[in-house]
Every structure is written in C-alpha cells, then in structure tokens.
C-alpha cells in the first residue's frame, strides 16, 4: 500500500491534527514530516482536548507505531515535556520514535529568533520565536547537529566546538547579548541524548519496511500551503526544509516520491492566518471577530495563544494551494461555526488595477494590493453539529460545499461539523 499526505491548504491552522486523528483508524504509522514545535495540532478525543507540537496526531491510538521524520527539527526540553504531559493523562509513548537524522534546536537558536525578531523593528515576521527558523538556517549552513549526535557524546562536543564560537561572535558583536558556556550546553544536551536515546530509529526505514508489507502509512503535515518556502506569501513564510507542501513528505520522511498515493488537503470553510503578511479575504470588523470567536474552538493559536486573524473563504488562494499539492480530495473542516450567519461570502477573484485576477499573485507586493472580489451565498441559521450525512444538511450548508468544492477544483470528501472526532460526515 501506498503512503497518504495529509496537508494544510491555508495559511496553518485548518484542522490538520483533527484529520490526521480520524484518518489514522486506518494506517499503521503515523509520521510528522516538517516544521518543529512552531506548529501546533489540537486533538479532542474521549480522553480530553490536547495540544500537540512535536508528536503526530496518531499517538491516540495504541496500536499505531508514530515517527518524527527526519525533516523536523527538535527542541529535545520540548519533546520531553510533551511525552510526560502525554503520559500523565493516559496516553502511552511506548510505540513514539524519533528519526535519528532530524535537527536538533539548540539554545542560540532561540536566542537568535528573539533577537533577530527585534531587531527587524516594523518589518518583524512575527515568528513563533521556537528557534525553529535559525535552527533550518544551520541545517542549510550545514552547521547543524542532529539527533544521532546526542547520543555520541564525543560528536556533540567536536560540533558544539565549531559551531558554538561562531554563534557567540553574533551574539557579543552584533546583538551584544551573553556568550553561551560551551561546557553548560555540552553538559545538558548529553543529558537529553540519555533520556531521548530509547526513541531514536531510523525513521525512513521503518516506514520504507511498512509499505513492502502492504501497510498504510500517513504522513501528517504541519502550518499550511501558503507559509510554504517557495510557493508561500514570501518572506511571510515558514522556513521548513522539505517544504511544507505534499512534495516535501517523501524527503521529509525519507521515502521515494512514487510510493505516495493520496493528497489530502485540509481546508477551513473560512480563512485565518496567524502571523504578519498579506490576507486579502481579512475581516477588521465585528464579523471578523464573531469568526474568531464562534463555535466551540475560538480561533487562538494553539502554539501562542495569539488570536488569529479571521476572513471568509478564498477560493483563488485555496484553489492554488490545490494545485501545487496535487491535492486528490479535499476535507473541510469547521463548517459548523458558519451556522449563525444569515449570508455568507466567499472570494472568488481578486482585483488588482481594476483589472479580474483569477491566479494567485507570486509576490508579497502584488498580494497586498488586491481586492477580493465575492459572491454571497444564503446562510442556514441552523446548528449542523449533530449532522453525519450530507443529505441531512441544510440545503444551503450543501450548496455551500458544492460551491467550495467546485471552486477549489477537487472533490471534498470529508465535511468537519465539530472539534470531536465524530464529529465529521464522509462523502
């Protein structure tokens, strides 16, 4: 059997985790291919709401073996904290294992994100601050350690001393800050090798061995399409390497590009964005707010806890994220917090120069000029949280899926109507 991407078709925050969770009933591995602990997947199940960063969505199942790929780079004080925050309610990590050729974020690379972030001024990316940026920037540099490293006390001392003079020049010189002690960090990184030794595997070949015995395998996505490194809202974007788009998963996990057979696009029925950078669909308004606050999950970053910026649907942002992904079928998600509105709008052009624009702008500079051009669509003013077929939807909640679907170019096979995991109806 062959692999399934499951991917954020916005700008992060769709919903990513919540379909990880429920398609993982059918596959043997669940496995994170990108990004770090600046992503952040909430999952609400029988045993409660959690917040995952680092561990893929997968973990609820005891039965399914769960891989951070090599692609990932780790906070290892992170990653420990998330396996004992797991733990102490219940959900076990026995079957959680670590690809020993991911990037690990050291202590200058938090320090770094901070002060780069200030001294950016107005410019700022708003980054999560995790490190995470800088911590790519080394592993491009080929100045990065990885987890194998950890548990080679000898390596980790002979790259700590080449790397760690060079990132205390920047830190004295250019942002006059304290000098990190090579000792201290040697001292506590070993000490994380110790404890994070017994989830070390070669990732790539465990999920390669799995697909030769016909297994399913689903690799679990983290922010969104539109943060993407190349075809994202540049320089407004993530800076993961493999790219946060589907073609990223076969490096990022460490299979061939061949053995994958599914695209899964997540897709809210409206669009948030967390971070600076153009929105052209943003509401600064009360309906904004009534968006970011309605439903039973406000719309508050999962990582930060910043309030997201809230819009209606854009079907040109979306349809091109469709397209670069190769998206196969589509899953929309929080249908339900549109259950109040008595009209809704989605974009379906832009316009720029009072000239029709159907493609997405490449540039930041172009984006930002745009107007976004709707249509509206008759609101159901009716609570579909109970709903589990689409036939007994709203007629207009129905044409508004079919319109989504439609514009996006792709079926949508799967409608979310809630946070918890039956809460969903499948097409």
């Not at 925050?13 to 969770?21: A, F, L, N, S, T």
């Not at 107005?122 to 601050?129: C, E």
């Not at 695209?263 to 904004?288: C, F, I, S």
Request: proline share 6%.
């Amino acid at each position: 059997m062959s692999a399934i991407v499951v991917i954020g078709g916005q700008w992060g925050d769709e919903g990513k985790g919540r379909m990880v969770d429920l398609l993982a009933q059918d596959a043997a591995i669940v496995a994170r291919y990108s990004a770090g602990d600046n992503a952040g997947h909430t999952i609400v199940n029988h045993l409660g709401k959690f917040a995952l960063h680092l561990v893929p969505a997968g973990i609820f199942y005891p039965d399914k073996l769960c891989l951070i790929g090599n692609g990932v780079v780790v906070n290892p004080q992170v990653l420990l904290d998330e396996i004992q925050q797991l733990e102490s309610r219940g959900v076990s990590t026995k079957n959680l294992f670590v690809s020993d050729r991911a990037q690990v974020i050291m202590p200058y690379h938090l320090l770094l994100d901070e002060l780069e972030e200030r001294a950016r001024g107005a410019a700022a990316l708003d980054t999560t601050r995790r490190g995470v940026g800088p911590a790519f920037a080394d592993k491009v540099a080929r100045l990065g350690i990885r987890m194998a490293d950890l548990i080679e006390p000898e390596a980790l001392r002979a790259r700590l001393e080449l790397v760690l003079p060079q990132k205390n020049a920047l830190l004295e010189r250019l942002y006059e800050a304290p000098r990190l002690d090579l000792e201290e960090v040697y001292r506590t990184y070993v000490e994380y090798g110790c404890k994070l030794k017994p989830y070390l595997r070669d990732a790539a070949a465990v999920v390669r061995e799995a697909l030769a015995r016909g297994e399913q395998v689903l690799l679990e996505g983290a922010q969104g399409s539109l943060l993407d490194l190349d075809a994202g809202t540049y320089p407004y974007v993530t800076s993961s390497t493999p790219s946060s788009l589907a073609a990223g998963a076969a490096i990022g996990i460490g299979i061939g590009p061949t053995q994958i057979e599914r695209v899964v696009g997540v897709y809210k029925a409206y669009m948030t964005r967390v971070g600076n950078g153009p929105m052209p669909t943003e509401l600064l308004d009360e309906t904004g707010d009534i968006l970011r606050r309605e439903g039973p999950a406000p719309e508050f970053g999962a990582t930060t806890g910043r309030p997201r910026r809230c819009g209606w649907f854009d079907a040109v942002a979306s349809r091109y994220s469709v397209l670069v992904n190769g998206v196969t079928g589509a899953a929309l998600t929080r249908l339900d917090v549109l259950d109040n509105f008595p009209a809704i709008q989605v974009c379906t052009a832009y316009e720029l120069d009072g000239k029709r624009l159907e493609s997405f702008p490449s540039t930041t500079a172009v984006l930002e000029r745009v107007k976004p051009v709707y249509e509206e669509h008759p609101g159901w003013r009716s609570d579909t949280s109970g709903v589990r077929r689409f036939g007994d939807l709203p007629k207009q909640a129905q044409a508004y899926v079919k319109r989504i679907e439609a514009l996006l170019g792709c079926p949508v096979e799967i409608v979310s109507v809630g946070p918890e995991r039956e809460q969903v109806i499948r097409r």
